[in-house]
């Protein structure tokens, strides 16, 4: 490596609210959550997924999504996002006034199915529904889960993923996220997937959500911004299900992400410390502590040395 | 990023027996210290550091240091290391047959003088009168602690490591890793030391020893890495001090690198399951969970997906 380049500014998606708070076994009141996504806001993440529109009998932890989007005070300039799943979500999202739709899919069709119960090509069908009941109206952007790896079928072809999104923009979805759904994905994969989108979608702006349940989630996002990625998925605390352990989150943490960041001259227009207070307080809130390291260790350097 | 290239092959030395066994309230039994030796050799670590020789009355967990290099199995092939803080530490590790001797200071003078109550002045002078007893007839190695921040001063100059590493390099010591000590240094830190270093000293085979209190180990090593770094410092399950929350750990987990690194298709000769094995033998030994992700989440895909 000669040079090292890198964007100077990156774009946060915090998913917390949704992602995170759909995998605690807790629900979570109405009050709380409106004030979690103005903390988040004041502290100036610039995107937020506020929460789901799915059925209330699948995800109890959602079931006030519209009271609320109703509740939070809309900061100027922040995007708010929310979740959907199938048309009937769409109807109930498009009555709260959200900045921006977000659907999603699967890349291997096995965990499309035991997912959302669909095929991928049916869950496009839907898309393309929801798509002409939005007309225009409002931006809408899709993730696409198991883009790194599937934890039924194993490995994702590249093409596969690149032939999804190419039928998702086709569809007029402005913007694609792929996910690391059980945080398998590796450097070395990352920048050929980024590098290799970047070339067939350079209209597309490519967002990366990677999980972090090997640790590796903050390499990647390390190797997909060396790549020229400039936008991605956190979620406070590292909240967000986990498979695997209770506690051991899935999610990168934002506030990992914000330091490591910063820390690099990278822009993100967070206020770090806000963030960590917040996440005290949605700690006291969950009732266990969450997986992010710089909330355990502070985003400075402390008055206090391990030995060598 | 046009291209990114990196070393084929990596060089790991284990330090969990040494830098994370001394940070544990408990004292082990010395029959267990040998056989997690015996283990990590057996996994295929290249270099394990086995034990240091300060002295029992600072460090009472690491008192049985003959005992342990005498219990030992030498797996051919496997370089043995041990740490010597002084003459008197050199004297005691010389007559137990160690492959090398690793050596420590600070690149602050006030961690220095906390860590080992010295000036970095009279470190040298200590290192000079090693090398004279050793007199080349064992490797010496040196390890420059708190090289990318320092938990008293704050920022650390590059040039005041790189002219601490010449005079190392210029009494004798033939290898150089630089430590993280407190978990600081992030990845554009770390390419532009790296890079130097190897400009200003390219007979070295430069060692880094990355912490992760603020889970940017992985990051950083991959940055390493891609500057043209091989070789890495690195503990079992992500033992070793920290001084901030008990269980959250120091040390990068020598699971969590070999993870990325063989994903990657970085060659480290460590076999992880053994490794993984060996951590959950080490849990029960020590009573308390430990930090390494790879470990809790497996190093391999599970048959059971998040959704999103």
Same mark, same amino acid.
């Given at each position: ?14 998913? $917390? ?16 959550? @409106? ?32 009271? @609320? ?19 009937? $979500? ?38 393309? $529904? ?25 490995? @994702? ?33 990352? @920048? ?48 967000? $299900? ?67």
């Amino acid at each position: 490596m000669e040079q090292w380049d890198y964007p100077s500014t990156v774009s946060l998606r915090e998913v $917390g609210p949704r992602d995170g708070l759909q995998a605690e076994p807790v629900v979570l009141d109405t009050a709380y959550k @409106v004030q979690l996504v103005d903390q988040l806001s004041a502290a100036g993440l610039p995107r937020i997924e506020v929460t789901s529109f799915v059925s209330p009998e699948w995800l109890p932890q959602m079931a006030d999504a519209e009271a @609320v989007m109703a509740g939070i005070a809309r900061r100027p300039g922040t995007v708010y996002s929310v979740l959907v799943p199938n048309l009937r $979500g769409a109807e109930r999202a498009l009555t709260t006034g959200p900045d921006e739709i977000t659907l999603f899919l699967s890349a291997s069709a096995t965990h499309n199915m035991k997912n959302v119960h669909r095929s991928i090509a049916e869950s496009l069908t839907g898309f393309r $529904g929801i798509m002409e009941r939005v007309s225009g109206n409002i931006p809408v952007s899709a993730v696409i889960v198991t883009a790194f790896g599937c934890p039924y079928e194993g490995g @994702v072809p590249e093409q596969n993923v690149l032939n999804l999104a190419r039928q998702l923009v086709d569809m007029g979805i402005a913007e694609i996220t792929l996910g690391d759904t059980v945080g398998v994905a590796h450097p070395r994969q990352v @920048v050929n997937l980024v590098q290799r989108f970047q070339m067939v979608l350079p209209e597309v702006h490519l967002g990366l959500h990677f999980h972090d349940n090997r640790g590796t989630a903050l390499a990647n996002l390390l190797a997909a911004l060396a790549a020229g990625a400039s936008r991605f998925e956190t979620a406070l605390g590292g909240i967000g $299900g986990s498979p695997f352990s209770p506690g051991a989150g899935g999610n990168l943490a934002t506030e990992d992400a914000v330091y490591l960041l910063e820390s690099m001259g990278v822009h993100t227009g967070v206020d770090l410390e806000k963030l960590i207070a917040t996440t005290g307080q949605l700690i006291g809130q969950l009732g266990h502590s969450v997986p992010s390291r710089v909330y355990l260790a502070g985003g400075r350097m402390v008055a206090k040395g391990g030995t060598q």
